[in-house]
């Protein structure tokens, strides 16, 4: 019994009962959860924001004292959580800006970005890394996204963005991963570059990180690829395909498949259909990213069994007991999580439901890149090292480009168009 209950007090099991606790309440009391405002211009705005403070400070200090932390690591909480939350609250405000929105920004590039520049300009103080803790917010927003992740979703999106997405995601995520074992990248470094480019971007990155136990600064340079190549991708590929006289559809899957933030997928259909008419692009687009999403939760569960598998010594061979301890327990929130919400809740309660909680994983992600950001150096994430990761990034994106739009152009240009 005593051993179960050390178990179960850990953090591994601690944030399914966190992820838990905000799923009831969301589901039970959707119109009372607090909410982060878009921006901070009435006396109502800064009361949410504060409601959104307190909550999750309240759910910090609880699980730490259940995890066993006591004293001054209680009291340091509230002043570190509050300078945390509050650069969170700036990045937020930053990519809200409509000039930064449509360049596709998302609030956690700006939150690595700040918490880059004050640990790489100033020294950040004792007091200030009590609640720095990266990998517990990450997992409990993951769990958090497992609500929104439908199974009425991915029947919606068709079986046509299905197939394609079936198809790219295996197909890049294995070169991917090959194309860094090539090159000598870590398995750390390739699986996460894998599945940034394969998967959905940020989202993928950060769960396969959470799944792999992986290093936050490597996730973090993963996550600033991904933004910064998503940038100058929304305006070139919308460009090629229209000098390519491709079909809309097909231009939105190709986008879809490719661009790996859901705002920059969205902004380059609209930008292909600006040279149709209508908004045929834009919607196969943000189709196709939506199946894209929904496997997210597969992949991450392959992921988790052979990294889990594996473990330190990839020649032991260990029992089932070995890889269920081994296996990260918030994976198995997200999937249940998932099923519940697809299954137990009329699809328009899921829906409002799932606004609720996808609030609550933005806010508690860009808290976590606030703190990977206080963690990382500069000279780190710029290092000699980093260029290989680089390099394997860009190829695995350019092999991407050209697989994507093959498949699209079969699935979506021939195979379609004969069924119809």
């Known amino acids: 019994m005593k051993n179960l209950i050390k178990k179960l007090t850990t953090e591994d099991w601690i944030v399914v009962f966190a992820g838990a606790i905000i799923l009831v309440l969301a589901s039970v009391f959707p119109d009372s959860m607090p909410r982060m405002p878009k921006g901070l211009a009435s006396t109502s705005d800064w009361i949410s924001a504060g409601y959104m403070f307190l909550f999750v400070y309240v759910l910090t200090v609880l699980t730490s004292l259940i995890m066993g932390k006591k004293g001054k690591e209680i ?24 000039a930064i929105k449509k360049l596709g920004f998302e609030s956690v590039f700006f939150a690595v970005i700040i918490g880059l520049t004050i640990s790489n300009l100033f020294k950040v103080p004792g007091w200030l890394k009590a609640a720095v803790n990266s990998e517990f917010y990450i997992k409990i927003g993951i769990i958090c996204l497992g609500s929104t992740i439908l199974f009425g979703n991915v029947m919606k999106s068709g079986a046509f963005g299905l197939a394609q997405s079936v198809i790219v995601v295996f197909t890049v995520w294995y070169f991917a991963y090959w194309i860094g074992r090539k090159m000598k990248v870590d398995s750390e470094m390739g699986t996460m570059l894998a599945s940034a480019v394969s998967i959905c971007g940020v989202s993928a990155a950060i769960a396969t990180c959470g799944v792999i136990k992986g290093d936050s600064k490597k996730l973090s340079y993963v996550v600033s690829l991904v933004l910064i190549i998503a940038i100058p991708m929304m305006y070139l590929l919308p460009w090629l395909a229209n000098l390519m006289n491709l079909s809309p559809e097909v231009t939105g899957a190709w986008l879809g498949g490719t661009i790996d933030t859901t705002g920059a997928v969205a902004a380059a259909g609209t930008l292909a259909d600006n040279a149709h008419s209508g908004d045929i692009a834009a919607q196969t687009a943000v189709i196709v990213k939506s199946s894209q999403n929904v496997l997210l939760g597969v992949a991450a569960f392959i992921i988790s069994l052979m990294w889990s598998y594996q473990g330190k010594n990839q020649q032991e061979k260990p029992t089932l007991g070995v890889i269920w301890d081994r296996f990260p327990k918030f994976v198995v929130g997200f999937i249940v999580a998932s099923l519940v919400f697809s299954f137990c809740f009329e699809p328009a309660n899921a829906a409002a439901v799932g606004k609720v909680t996808k609030g609550f994983q933005n806010m508690l992600f860009s808290i976590a890149f606030v703190c ?13 090292e980093n260029r290989v990761p680089l390099k394997v990034f860009l190829t695995a994106q350019l092999f991407n480009i050209v697989v994507t739009l093959i498949v699209a152009y079969v699935i979506f240009g021939v195979i379609k168009p004969l069924t119809v």
């Open 372 to 384: 990977i950001g206080l963690e990382t150096r500069f000279k780190e994430i710029f290092s000699k």
């Open 75 to 98: 009291v340091w909480i509230f002043p570190s959580l509050f300078v945390i939350f509050s650069l969170t609250v700036c990045a937020q405000l930053l990519a809200n800006i409509p």
